[in-house]
Each structure stands twice: as C-alpha cells, then as structure tokens.
C-alpha cells in the first residue's frame, strides 16, 4: 500500500493565487516524520519542512504554511499568494520510527505552474 | 551551502558499459547514506541503503549485481550501474542525515542517459 499519497497531479493557478498541495499518509508507527520538498526543475530537493508526529501544530513560514492533522492524517501545504517562482514539483515524504528514520517514502509529487 | 554532493551530476553512456556515480557528505561523516532513483516525471523511490563498512541493504526490486553501491569512506558512497541499458536511464539522487535523527540532506543528483 502506498504510504504517501499526492492525489493532485498538477495544479495550474495564477500569479497571487493561494494554492493548497494535498497529502495524506498511511503509518502504523506511533513516531514518524513528514516532510515537504521542492524540486524545481534543476531537480535538486529543497527541503520545506520537517513535522514530526507528536506535534500537531500548526506552522507558518513567510507565504508557506503546513496543515497537520493526525485525526486524517493529512499534510497539507498552503502557498498565500502564489508566485511564479514557486513553479515546481513538490513532494510530501514520510520516514517512519526514530531507528528508521532516514528511510523515505515519497509521494508521487504534485506538479505546481503558477502562470503570471 | 551544498552538504552533500554528486559527480557527475549528468553522464551519457553507451549500453553495456557500467557508470560510477559518487555521492560526498562534504562538512560530515554520514555513516549511512541512501540512493533513490526518479523516473521522469515519477516520484523517487529508494533503492539502497548505504552503510560505510557493511554491505548494502537493497529494496525489494533492485538488483544489487547490478547496481553495486560501496560506501569507501565515512564522506564517500558510489553506485555503480553496470552493464547499463536504456531502461536505466533515470535521475539519480543520493541522501544522508548528519546525524540519525537530523534531516536528511540530498545531493543534487545525476541524470544518467544510456544510448
């Protein structure tokens, strides 16, 4: 069963338009691990963010913000005010137990043109 | 700046020869470190662990003959494609964490074409 689930596989919106990037995680570990990335189109990852499953809160950086919520198990990310900079393709990734913890399991990406 | 970094970051090879791609942990000593492999327009998917002084430990699915993966020096894990074909042809990404419970850090990959 797919661990990391991305169901949006393309999203097109326009310059300064909010966006939300859906993910939605299956675990059976009490202790685990989300994380965003970006890839642009030079295709190294930019690491976003790291959440770890005892906290719940909610986190905002700049125009970015994540959605945790265990009760659905969901990851969201949220751009406020989309720029034509934030094309790419962004990943959701879950690693499970701290002994495991450098182990990844990536969605399938979401592919984000924000059009000016 | 980069921690974590990959030669060559593209190659183009012929098929039926074997390719080297080295990943380098530049300011620490990662003792493990991870190959993933990005089919165009695909996710990444793991194919290896790499453990410095141990062997490797591949993901159901991967041909470890074929893709050997050395982990030489606490900073140093190569993975070697051999005997490579079209079909191998894909975005190679390696990753380590400076420690076992700090973020990972991923090197910049490297497209490899096989002709």
């Known amino acids: 069963a797919q661990k990391v689930t991305q169901a949006q596989t393309e999203i097109s919106v326009v310059e300064k338009e909010d966006v939300t990037l859906d993910c939605v995680y299956e675990t059976r570990d009490t202790t685990y691990y989300l994380f965003w990335y970006k890839q642009p189109p030079s295709g190294e990852l930019v690491f976003l963010i790291r959440r770890n499953s005892f906290d719940e809160q909610n986190e905002i950086s700049g125009r970015y913000s994540w959605n945790f919520q265990k009760s659905t198990s969901s990851f969201n990310f949220t751009i406020t005010a989309s720029q034509v900079v934030d094309s790419a393709v962004y990943f959701c990734a879950l690693s499970e137990n701290l002994y495991n913890f450098n182990k990844f399991y990536f969605g399938s990406g979401t592919k984000l043109n924000v059009k000016p | 700046g980069a921690v974590v970094s990959q030669h060559p970051s593209w190659v183009i090879c012929k098929s039926g020869t074997s390719v080297k791609i080295e990943c380098r942990s530049l300011?620490?000593?990662?003792?493990?470190m991870f190959w993933y492999r990005q089919f165009p327009k695909q996710s990444l998917m793991l194919m290896a662990t790499s453990n410095e002084g141990s062997k490797a430990t591949y993901e159901q699915g991967v041909e470890k003959d074929k893709f050997l993966i050395n982990h030489a020096s606490l900073t140093l894990s190569t993975l070697t494609v051999t005997s490579a074909h079209p079909e191998d042809s894909s975005f190679y990404i390696c990753?380590?964490?400076?420690?076992?419970?700090?973020?990972?850090?991923f090197g910049p990959g490297t497209r490899l074409t096989v002709l």
């Open positions: 300011d620490f000593q990662a003792t493990t």
């Open positions: 990753s380590a964490p400076r420690s076992t419970r700090d973020t990972q850090y």
